[in-house]
């Protein structure tokens, strides 16, 4: 199975900032790559398709990059409204999905 | 519009079999290339994908989960079904179910989630 790796598993940020996250996987998965957003109690939410690709309606701070085995998120200006656990998720498979381990963006 | 709803019990005894139960619309599991997949996150932890069905009645599980897993679709009811056997205190969790549809060259990400819900197995 392909597994992901997020890194940081957390971090700390103030409302303006710019944050990166990283995602990287076992075996090359092309551009197979989503993003998901998710706030306590609800479904996480899709960000971004294919390593880059926005999803209809997020807000254009959100941007994603990589291909191969290595890919980042990026929001280019932290807002209030941001501050949750994103997931990276590699679909290259069609026998398997994996999810990376998350990461908790946190008001510094 | 899409939207996905699970439903089934809060609460199981350990040993005992989970049926979950997914009921969508805006959408047809006919249709080619699309799929529902099941994905549950433990209390505090991450997502974990467990099964998933297609259009065309093929079936993928999570290779630790395999064995204990059954996944069918009633595309006249527009549900999806999960069944989980011999449920452990481990596998308390929030489980979803979530619409897929396959990209040109592999398989689909999940786009649209139902609002979970939380299983809870103690005795």
């Known amino acids: 199975a392909i597994r992901m790796t997020q890194s940081p598993s957390s971090l700390s940020a103030s409302t303006g900032d710019r944050v990166t996250i990283t995602c990287r996987a076992s075996?090359?998965?092309?551009?197979?790559l989503a993003w998901y957003q998710q706030k306590p109690g609800k479904a996480p939410k899709l960000l971004i398709y294919a390593a880059s690709t926005l999803q209809s309606g997020v807000p254009s701070r959100f941007s994603g990059s990589g291909s191969g085995t290595d890919f980042t998120l990026t929001i280019s200006c932290l807002q209030s409204e941001d501050f949750a656990t994103y997931y990276c998720?590699?679909?290259?498979?069609?026998?398997?999905?994996?999810f990376g381990q998350g990461t908790k963006v946190e008001i510094k | 519009q899409i939207t996905l709803k699970e439903s089934g019990p809060t609460l199981v005894k350990p040993t005992q079999t989970l049926t979950l139960t997914c009921t969508f619309s805006?959408?047809?599991?006919?249709?080619?290339?699309?799929?529902v997949g099941w994905i549950r996150q433990p209390p505090g932890k991450a997502l974990e994908w467990l099964a998933l069905i297609y259009w065309d009645d093929d079936k993928r599980y999570s290779p630790s989960l395999k064995s204990r897993l059954t996944i069918t679709k009633d595309t006249s009811k527009n549900q999806v079904v999960l069944t989980m056997t011999n449920m452990d205190p481990v596998d308390t969790a929030t489980y979803y179910c979530?619409?897929?549809?396959?990209?040109?060259?592999?398989?689909?990400?999940?786009?649209?989630w139902g609002q979970g819900t939380l299983v809870t197995v103690s005795s």
């Open positions: 998720q590699q679909y290259y498979s069609y026998s398997s999905w994996t």
């Open positions: 805006g959408f047809s599991l006919s249709t080619s290339g699309v799929g």
């Open positions: 979530a619409h897929s549809v396959n990209t040109a060259m592999a398989a689909g990400y999940f786009d649209y």
């Open positions: 075996q090359g998965i092309s551009s197979y």
